[in-house]
């Protein structure tokens, strides 16, 4: 039986490196906890962002079916912000049958990111 942990790093793959660091970078208000010539990191709680120069392996801009959606408190102002930094809002914002609240954002670089904001109790 597969025993599986927390999602410990999320990778982005990116063709330009600098203006994708930079622009994580602005948008998180953090500088990298790493930085290679390949890639750079960011410690977004007890997860890790990595910034990843694409390869023959991976290609930015190709959207599959897998979206990381990180925790937030206010999914609308979140996306706001995004827009604002020059993300667009992919799929919702909306709220879902759960009650929770939900935004996926393509990045300027082509990567897909979610948003997910709990379920307000009454």
């Known amino acids: 039986m597969l025993s599986l942990g927390a999602v410990t790093n999320v990778f982005y793959f990116v ?3 600098d203006a994708a660091t930079q622009w ?15 890639l750079a990191t960011f410690s977004i709680g007890s997860t890790r962002l990595t910034l990843h120069r694409g390869d023959e392996f991976n290609r930015p801009a190709e959207l599959a ?3 990381a959606y990180w925790g937030v408190d206010d999914v609308d102002a979140v996306v706001a912000d995004c827009v604002a930094a020059g993300a667009v809002a992919h799929r919702g914002p909306k709220t879902i049958f759960t009650g929770e609240r939900l935004c996926q954002l393509l990045d300027p670089f082509g990567n ?3 948003v997910r904001q709990a379920a307000r109790l009454s």
């Open 112 to 114: 897909l990111f979610g």
């Open 15 to 17: 063709d330009d490196l």
């Open 24 to 38: 994580y970078g602005a948008l998180l208000g953090a500088e990298p906890v790493e930085r290679q010539p390949q």
């Open 65 to 67: 079916g897998t979206v």
